[in-house]
T-cell receptor
Framework: AQSVAQPEDQVNVAEGNPLTVKCTYSVSGNPYLFWYVQYPNRGLQFLLKYITGDNLVKGSYGFEAEFNKSQTSFHLKKPSALVSDSALYFCAVKYGRSGGSYIPTFGRGTSLIVHP | EAGVAQSPRYKIIEKRQSVAFWCNPISGHATLYWYQQILGQGPKLLIQFQNNGVVDDSQLPKDRFSAERLKGVDSTLKIQPAKLEDSAVYLC?????????????FGQGTRLTVV
């Protein structure tokens, strides 16, 4: 079955330190990978995506993510965390089905807490 | 550019009542999604439209949930009758073509409480 796993319910980091939010996936074929962020009482916002090419992709607000095909991972990273980065982060994957459609599947989310 | 519009923002109903949610996607976005997000979980895809055709509705509880996108623009999601476990945030999102590589743009959601 196609799936996305975010192994950590919560990640705590001190402001100014690097952060990593983990994501692994299990899909057949070549998936498209996405990260979204959800602030309290707000809808999900797109951060970045991996389609093809360079394994390191850069996105909004200084975030980046590294695609690792052998480990089927797409971890979200930021070199220096800000308190304002505190939010809920979701990894998502789109996988192709017979007939050519692409269906998105989301992980359960990771709460990032950045301490001053 | 206007974002994805959803209404209402909040709704409280009693179990066994019916409820409808409305979504207007970003202009030009052919793909429209409805998600259910239960507290503490990731969004679960209920139905995906491509223009006015259904691409996937495998996780839609069809005995009580229905959705339509008649003119390929705005969409409605209905629940009838509602159950307590339907309490969740219902998110609408849209994507521009080509769908496979495009990110989704989300509305603010409708928070449904079934009592």
């Amino acid at each position: 079955a196609q799936s996305v796993a975010q192994p950590e319910d919560q990640v705590n980091v001190a402001e100014g330190n690097p952060l990593t939010v983990k994501c692994t996936y299990s899909v057949s074929g070549n998936p498209y990978l996405f990260w979204y962020v959800q602030y309290p009482n707000r809808g999900l916002q797109f951060l970045l995506k991996y389609i093809t090419g360079d394994n390191l992709v850069k996105g909004s607000y200084g975030f980046e993510a590294e695609f690792n095909k052998s480990q089927t991972s797409f971890h979200l990273k930021k070199p220096s965390a800000l308190v304002s980065d505190s939010a809920l982060y979701f990894c998502a994957v789109k996988y192709g089905r017979s007939g050519g459609s692409y269906i998105p599947t989301f992980g359960r989310g990771t709460s990032l807490i950045v301490h001053p | 550019e206007a974002g994805v519009a959803q209404s209402p923002r909040y709704k409280i109903i009693e179990k066994r009542q019916s409820v409808a949610f409305w979504c207007n996607p970003i202009s030009g976005h052919a793909t429209l999604y409805w998600y259910q997000q239960i507290l503490g979980q990731g969004p679960k895809l209920l139905i995906q439209f491509q223009n006015n055709g259904v691409v996937d509705d495998s996780q839609l509880p069809k005995d009580r949930f229905s959705a339509e996108r008649l003119k390929g623009v705005d969409s409605t999601l209905k629940i009838q009758p509602a159950k307590l476990e339907d309490s969740a945030v219902y998110l609408c999102a849209s994507s521009p073509p080509p769908n496979r590589a495009s990110e989704a743009f989300f509305g603010q959601g409708t928070r449904l409480t079934v009592v």
